[in-house]
């Protein structure tokens, strides 16, 4: 996979997922006991290998410019699996000084006060907590009895800072929970709220065997002075060439 991602020639970043772990023993410990140690696999390339600009982001600021769009877009906590502890914790710490979900709140609300830009657009890999806790809400919890918010609280932070700011934050793209529930029902795949639209990006599987074809699925994020339009789209495997 990181091979496959490193050939790309657009400048592409990567957000790091739970699954990005060394084995699955490691993972199933997180899934049991999310204090418990996790060991990740950072995602590498060999540069002089590399056609594009493809990098790790994370706690991170990236500038989007072009004719009539000032936009700052933060890359916010990697490797979340959601719900009210940080996971990971030593890794989280030993790679981005990160101790608690308090520091890492602190952290995204400091990339928010360093934006040059008005408006903003968050990606992370798991949503924000406060937007519902039904199991088949964009980010509830299917996997425990009662449901419950299974979002980052943390990015619920930073997202209320920026507004306390004066900024505008246009959009906040994330996965993580899947879309299909253990419980078979669709979870919306965008929520607007205040203004901010909310994207689950989290189809699985996202390439799947159609009738006639092999298709991927991908959301195409349009942004302009006006904001921001987003929209599926299937590509079907005929068409790669």
């Known amino acids: 996979m990181a091979r496959s991602i490193s050939r790309l020639r657009q400048p592409t970043l990567v957000m790091p997922g739970n699954n990005d772990t060394v084995d699955i023993e490691d993972l199933a410990a997180e899934l049991a006991l999310q204090d418990g140690v996790g060991r990740i696999l950072a995602i590498t390339a060999d540069r002089e290998d590399q056609a594009g600009d493809v990098r790790l982001c994370g706690y991170s600021l990236h500038q989007l410019r072009a004719p009539g769009v ?74 425990k009895p009662g449901g419950g918010d299974w979002g980052d609280p943390d990015l619920a932070q930073a997202i209320d800072h920026a507004h306390s700011i004066g900024k505008r934050v246009l959009a906040v793209v994330a996965g993580h929970m899947h879309l299909e529930t253990r419980q078979g029902v669709e979870r919306p795949w965008r929520v607007e709220r205040n203004g901010v639209l909310y994207v689950n990006s989290a189809r699985v599987p996202r390439i799947f065997a159609g009738d006639d074809d092999t298709y991927r699925h991908h959301l195409v994020m349009r942004i302009s002075a006006g904001g921001v339009e987003i929209e599926e789209v299937l590509l079907a495997g005929s068409e790669r060439g």
């Open 70 to 143: 000032c936009v700052d877009m933060i890359a916010a906590r990697p490797h979340s699996m959601g719900g009210a502890s940080l996971s990971f914790p030593d890794y989280m710490r030993d790679t981005y000084a990160i101790d608690s979900l308090e520091d890492s709140a602190a952290r995204l609300r400091a990339l928010v006060d360093a934006a040059e830009a008005e408006d903003l657009v968050f990606v992370a890999h798991n949503g924000p907590t406060g937007l519902g806790d039904e199991p088949h809400a964009i980010w509830g919890c299917d996997f």
